[in-house]
């Protein structure tokens, strides 16, 4: 059964910080890692999506590796602003369709 | 004790056709979510309800009604099928104002 978990529970860091997110995984047998933004109140927005064969995908300040081997996926925020502020999930999708979740991360970027 | 439920697992139909795809949570939560997957793998949310009220509605299509009969439930109706709805539909359910939310095993939906 697929495990996913996030750490830290929470973060704060100053503006201007670079800062990593942490997620990992018990089953390697996955076909996509994703990262997601999720502000109160609102869905998730899909940030990164990794492919079982590839290794990482950046889009703009935001850079996600992934290391099935060792269940690793790693989330890359430069230069942190105010407005990353929001809690981040990572999930790993099977073959199946099937979708778990962690737990997420909640970052506060402190202006 | 399934906490998100959606039925059924697989869809395949013909373009035209009208579907629906069902969704049931035991959670007690009061805001649920339906996700579509795309043909790239990124989840886009459609729609939510929260106390049947319809909070979110993204860029979707008039053909996509989201329909909830109760707090339980958030079914999604599809008319008029066509070949581009092809894709995983995920529904979704939290409490409201908390970012955990719970997700279903998700729809498989052809359109042929």
């Known amino acids: 059964k697929q495990e996913v978990t996030q750490i830290p529970a929470a973060l704060s860091v100053p503006e201007g910080e670079n800062l990593v997110l942490n997620c990992s995984f018990t089953d390697s047998a996955i076909y996509n890692l994703q990262w997601f933004r999720q502000d109160p109140g609102k869905g998730l927005t899909s940030l990164l999506l990794i492919q079982s064969s590839q290794r990482e995908q950046t889009s703009g300040r935001l850079n996600a590796s992934l290391d099935k081997s060792s269940g690793r996926s790693t989330l890359y925020i430069a230069a942190s602003q105010p407005g990353d502020s929001a809690t981040y999930l990572c999930a790993a999708q099977d073959r199946d369709d099937k979708i778990i979740f962690g737990k997420g991360t909640r970052l506060h970027i402190l202006p | 004790d399934t906490a998100v439920s959606q039925t059924p697992k697989y869809l395949v139909t013909q373009m035209g056709n009208d579907k629906s795809i069902k969704c049931e949570q035991n959670?007690?939560?009061?805001?649920m979510y339906w996700y579509k997957q795309d043909s790239k793998k990124f989840l886009k949310i459609m729609f939510s309800?929260?106390?049947?009220?319809?909070?979110i509605n993204e860029t979707v299509p008039n053909r996509f009604s989201p329909k909830s009969p109760d707090k339980a439930h958030l079914n999604l109706h599809i008319n008029s099928l066509e070949l581009g709805d092809s894709a995983v539909y995920f529904c979704?359910?939290?409490?409201?104002?908390?970012?955990?939310?719970?997700f279903g095993q998700g729809t498989r939906l052809t359109v042929v």
């Open positions: 979704a359910s939290s409490h409201e104002g908390e970012t955990e939310a719970f």
């Open positions: 959670l007690g939560h009061d805001t």
């Open positions: 309800y929260n106390n049947k009220e319809l909070i």
